[in-house]
């Protein structure tokens, strides 16, 4: 991803995605059922299943982000070709 690209890709997951995510009402209640859910998992794990759940965790969000970003870059594209017709 050019630089640019990676600035604008920052700027909207930074500025505006909140603001998006806001509008959604089952966001917030999800989001705070899997912290609660996770939680309870961890305290039901020994300390190696608990690492393994964090790393498990970890390459989870790495996911995300780079959908995330091929997200960004397929509305931005459409966006782009769009704007021509």
Do not use: H
């Not at 939680?39 to 390459?59: K, Q, V």
Request: glycine share 8%; net charge negative; proline share 2%.
């Amino acid at each position: 991803m050019t630089d640019l690209l990676q600035l604008l890709c920052g700027y909207a997951r930074d500025r505006r995605l909140p603001a998006y995510l806001a509008e959604i009402p089952q966001y917030q209640e999800s989001k705070s059922m899997a912290r609660q859910n996770c939680d309870a998992l961890r305290r039901l794990l020994s300390e190696e299943g608990r690492l393994r759940l964090e790393n498990c965790a970890g390459e989870e969000e790495f996911l995300r982000g780079l959908e995330l970003d091929a997200m960004f870059r397929a509305g931005l594209t459409m966006g782009l070709e769009l704007s021509r017709l």
